[in-house]
């Protein structure tokens, strides 16, 4: 499957209609992210099977902002929706598979109840004073 290119028009589609979608946040003047580019490519091409997109930071500065993008480029995996890895730096394509692999592998269930758990965990806060 070719990498999808994100935007605010499809960026919700995507993530929502996949059990899987990896996302690669560069931007053209970037040079780590040219040179992971190819890397990112050959994982998609060897991963049928999941969604690789990229997110143009420059053209979609809203979306950068909402995950709160600060280096690029920054990998982000989501996995039914939640974002189980998030990290900036281009990786050497061998650490890049075995993400790739531990995201496919991930007991979803045991993953939404750590997350019931540190949501319980949180203090409440206070109701507004009247």
């Known amino acids: 499957m070719a990498v999808v290119e994100l935007t605010k028009e499809n960026f919700e589609e995507v993530i929502t209609s996949n059990a899987t979608v990896i996302v690669d946040y560069w931007a ?7 040179g992971f580019a ?4 050959k994982v998609a ?3 049928p099977d999941v969604v690789f997109a990229k997110v143009n930071t420059d053209d ?3 979306i950068a902002a909402h995950f709160q993008i600060r280096s690029i480029p920054t990998l982000m995996v989501f996995r039914e929706q939640i974002i189980v890895f998030s990290q900036p730096g281009a990786l050497p394509q061998g650490a890049f598979e ?3 692999e531990k995201a496919k592998t991930l007991d979803m269930d045991d993953v939404r ?3 019931a758990a540190q949501e319980a965990k949180q203090p409440q ?4 004073a009247a």
Not at 28 to 34: A, D, H, K, T
Not at 38 to 41: A, R, T, Y
Not at 125 to 128: G, I
């Open 125 to 128: 806060s206070p109701p507004p």
């Open 98 to 100: 075995q993400v790739v």
């Open 38 to 41: 190819p890397v990112f490519e």
């Open 113 to 115: 109840r750590q997350i």
């Open 28 to 34: 053209p003047w970037c040079g780590p992210c040219r």
């Open 45 to 47: 091409e060897a991963n």
């Open 60 to 62: 979609e500065q809203e």
